[in-house]
């Protein structure tokens, strides 16, 4: 199956700061989503993003589909900005592949 | 405008007893698919359906978990005979009808299971 691998793993940021995430996938797919768990393991939609540039507040999303990767940027982090941040892949029959994830913690 | 509903939001079974887990989509969406979130393993596919059909059920494990999408009602994930291993979170996405393959899914709060 496809396989979606997310970078770094794990990330503390000051508040205020910048970061950027990293999701390469290994096949061709039909779309890209990036989504925030919540520390109370609700997922929220972020974007859609199969290709191109995103914009929405302090966050950014570029994709480029021919190179097989998603960049993630986040913007002035606040605390709110904490958890975990998935990238998944829709391939095939409309299934979604998640990446493992990147844990993101801002501290004051 | 009500997003993707789940419920119950906790459920507590003893193992070798049965869950049923149920999922309303949101408004005009008529596509639902079923994710589990096991600790050590992340987020993986489960089980794609459409009203009165299963598109795709190749992430359902071969024994005991089934799916249904009736006409009328909710989405229901059904697992019989738990074991300690069945012990996850289940989220339920939907998307809407038009356009291709590919359509945005919207994810519900998740049903969480554990078993004693």
């Known amino acids: 199956g496809i396989q979606v691998e997310q970078s770094p793993p794990d990330l503390i940021l000051q508040e205020g700061a910048n970061s950027t995430l990293r999701c390469n996938f290994s096949?061709?797919?039909?779309?890209l989503q990036w989504f925030h768990q919540n520390p109370w393991g609700q997922l929220i939609n972020l974007f859609y993003?199969?290709?191109g540039t995103k914009q929405n507040g302090r966050l950014s999303a570029t994709t480029v589909a021919t190179e097989r990767y998603s960049l993630l940027y986040i913007s002035s982090s606040q605390t709110t900005d904490s958890g975990v941040y998935f990238c998944?892949?829709?391939?095939?029959?409309?299934?979604?592949?998640f990446g493992k994830g990147n844990q993101v913690v801002v501290i004051p | 405008n009500a997003g993707v509903m789940q419920n119950p939001r906790h459920l507590v079974r003893r193992r070798g007893q049965e869950a049923r887990l149920r999922c309303s989509p949101m408004?005009?969406?008529?596509?639902v698919y079923w994710y589990r979130q096991l600790p050590e393993e992340g987020l993986k596919f489960m089980v794609y359906?459409?009203?009165?059909?299963?598109?795709?059920e190749s992430g359902m494990p071969k024994e005991r978990f089934s799916a249904e999408f009736p006409k009328e009602g909710p989405s229901i994930l059904r697992i019989q005979q738990v074991v300690r291993g069945d012990s996850a979170a289940y989220f339920c996405?939907?998307?809407?009808?038009?356009?291709?393959?590919?359509?945005?899914?919207?994810f519900g709060p998740g049903t969480r299971l554990t078993v004693t």
């Open positions: 359906l459409q009203k009165e059909n299963i598109i795709d």
């Open positions: 996405a939907s998307s809407p009808p038009w356009g291709g393959q590919g359509h945005e899914q919207y």
């Open positions: 096949d061709s797919v039909n779309n």
């Open positions: 998944a892949v829709n391939y095939g029959n409309n299934r979604l592949a």
């Open positions: 993003i199969p290709s």
């Open positions: 408004k005009g969406h008529s596509h």
